[in-house]
Nanobody, 124 residues
């Protein structure tokens, strides 16, 4: 089993920054894929960013490319999502996800472990 706990959400003005954290515990391997997804009210959960746990390979949704950065600290078993130049349309619940895939999938159905989510609200 893998447990994921997100933190770092909050209220920020447009143009501001937030850093989300995802604490990872349980059985994981170097092939585990770590992703961030988000879900706005009335919308489906969508892909934001992904990285393979053991590699530097990353992938981003077009809507966040150049503004968001996914990274990891293996010593702390934590995955981060640095969000800069935030826009009101980034408002959503942000979820951390994990799966033993070995590749950087953007499809939410490929992930079998999810955190509880953290709310990000960007005011205009």
């Amino acid at each position: 089993q893998v447990q994921l706990v997100e933190s770092g959400g909050g209220l920020v003005q447009a143009g501001g920054s937030l850093r989300l954290s995802c604490a990872v515990s349980g059985r994981t391997s170097s092939t585990y894929t770590m992703g961030w997804f988000r879900q706005a009210p009335g919308k489906e959960r969508e892909f934001v960013a992904v990285m393979i746990r053991s590699a530097v390979s990353t992938r981003y949704a077009d809507s966040v490319k150049g503004r968001f950065t996914i990274s990891r600290d293996n010593a702390k078993n934590t995955v981060y999502l640095q969000m800069n130049s935030l826009k009101p349309e980034d408002t959503a619940i942000y979820y951390c996800a994990a799966a033993n895939l070995g590749w950087s999938s953007p499809k939410r159905n490929d992930y079998n472990y999810w955190g509880q989510g953290t709310q990000v609200t960007v005011s205009s």
